[in-house]
């Protein structure tokens, strides 16, 4: 039986080898991949319609970070700061925690502008919220400080971890089902003997 002719059999050496070189491309690339993420609807809400503050936090600790379900929360996190002819509610009402939760972020800047704060965008992997931030502090020297604060409203969930990732890096993981819904966690309030 005569042989094959070698341009054949060379022919199928490089067919099978760019055969096995194209899955094994797929491959590595399907693994490199990150997992699909689902966008979460969010609505921005302005800090100034309501009529409070964000209490004081852990000066050493740049962004505060938390994810507020009930009134009770909202109330650790914010107080009051009434005003003559004050006419903004000091808080949102309590039945818009019966179908959304409050994402907020905050940090002390600069009181002369320049300083961006705001929640871009939410999005679930594999059952993690990722928060995304625009964290982009004024590197002017101001002449005094004020807290800045981004809020969102999401659809409410019962249970899973809420990482906030600011300028692309994770700087945070809260488990609010858990008790872990403020990041850094809140002084104690003094209370007068």
Excluded at 50 to 70: H, I, K, M
Excluded at 93 to 105: H, M, N, S
Excluded at 162 to 181: M, Q, R, S
Aim: with cysteine.
């Amino acid at each position: 039986m005569p042989s094959p002719p070698r341009h054949s059999l060379l022919s199928r050496r490089v067919a099978l080898a760019l055969f096995l070189h194209t899955v094994g491309s797929m491959i590595v690339v399907s693994a490199a991949e990150p997992a699909a993420s689902l966008a979460i609807q969010l609505r921005r809400d302005d800090p100034a319609r309501y009529q409070n503050f964000v209490v004081n936090w852990d000066a050493g600790t740049e962004l505060l970070c938390a994810v507020v379900s009930t009134p009770a929360d909202y109330a650790c996190l914010f107080h009051p700061a009434p005003a003559i002819g004050g006419k903004k509610p000091f808080a949102p009402p309590d039945d818009a925690f019966t179908k959304e939760q409050l994402l907020v972020i905050a940090r002390v800047v600069g009181g002369d502008g320049g300083s961006v704060l705001a929640i871009e965008r939410v999005v679930e992997k594999e059952g993690v919220l990722e928060v995304h931030l625009d964290d982009r502090p004024a590197t002017t020297p101001a002449t005094f400080t004020v807290k800045q604060a981004a809020l969102a409203w999401i659809p409410r969930r019962d249970g899973g971890r809420v990482t906030f990732v600011a300028n692309g890096e994770a700087i945070t993981t809260l488990d609010p089902a858990g008790g872990d819904w403020i990041a850094p966690a809140l002084p104690e309030p003094v209370t007068a003997e």
